[in-house]
């Protein structure tokens, strides 16, 4: 099976790639079928954006094409930046300019207990769809830590293992982290729907 990933994000697809090995699916990129599709995420929830994007690449490639939306929830600020931690503090910021701004809003808070959640959907030109979701609970960090990872993962500490997400190798965070869950979840549910079984 080909699948096309709904993100022009490679570090995505890498881990996407390194999760589904052995399950017979080929991930591809949104420009490996020759698509060059921004989805609006107007969704109000992870769950709600993820089907939102995966829709709109399956329709557009006529391939089952998979999207995953995931965000950082602080407690503290009740939620946010949740579904807009990608925009957080304005499209002009880069991943470092909007961690930097998370704890200059943060500084002086000393509940930092946060979670990473991350829901992914495929959708298949038949019609069906297939949902996930995991979370990975955390502390926020007072410094960016580790040069790994991307988004918020060096803000983002695990005091269990006494290291942010960016300090840590693929396959550790893989192990532990949102995705990581969500996409174990996802293969599961991959594997059932594949192999024809009824629900």
Do not use: W
């Not at 699948?3 to 697809?13: E, I, R, T, Y």
């Not at 600020?77 to 579904?83: D, M, T």
């Not at 990975?136 to 993962?153: I, S």
């Amino acid at each position: 099976m080909k699948a096309v990933l709904a993100s022009k994000n490679p570090k995505k697809l890498a881990e996407l790639r390194e999760i589904l090995t052995g399950q017979g699916v080929e991930v591809l990129l949104q420009s490996d079928v020759g698509l060059e599709l921004t989805v609006e995420e107007t969704g109000t929830t992870f769950e709600e954006n993820a089907l939102l994007k995966a829709r709109a690449v399956m329709e557009a490639s006529g391939l089952p094409a998979i999207a995953d939306d995931s965000g950082l929830m602080v407690d503290a600020l009740s939620g946010a930046p949740g579904v807009f931690s990608a925009r957080y503090g304005g499209e002009e910021l880069d991943d470092a300019g909007r961690n930097k701004l998370l704890l200059e809003v943060m500084r002086g808070q000393l509940d930092r207990t946060c979670r990473f959640v991350s829901a992914i959907c495929c959708a298949f030109p038949n019609g069906d769809v297939l949902t996930a979701r995991g979370e990975c609970r955390g502390t926020l960090a007072y410094a960016p830590r580790g040069e790994g990872g991307f988004g918020y993962d060096p803000v983002f500490f695990l005091p269990a293992l006494k290291k942010t997400f960016a300090q840590l190798t693929p396959e550790e965070k893989n192990a532990v982290s949102h995705r990581g869950a969500s996409l174990t979840e996802f293969k599961e549910k991959l594997e059932y729907y594949l192999h024809g079984t009824d629900k």
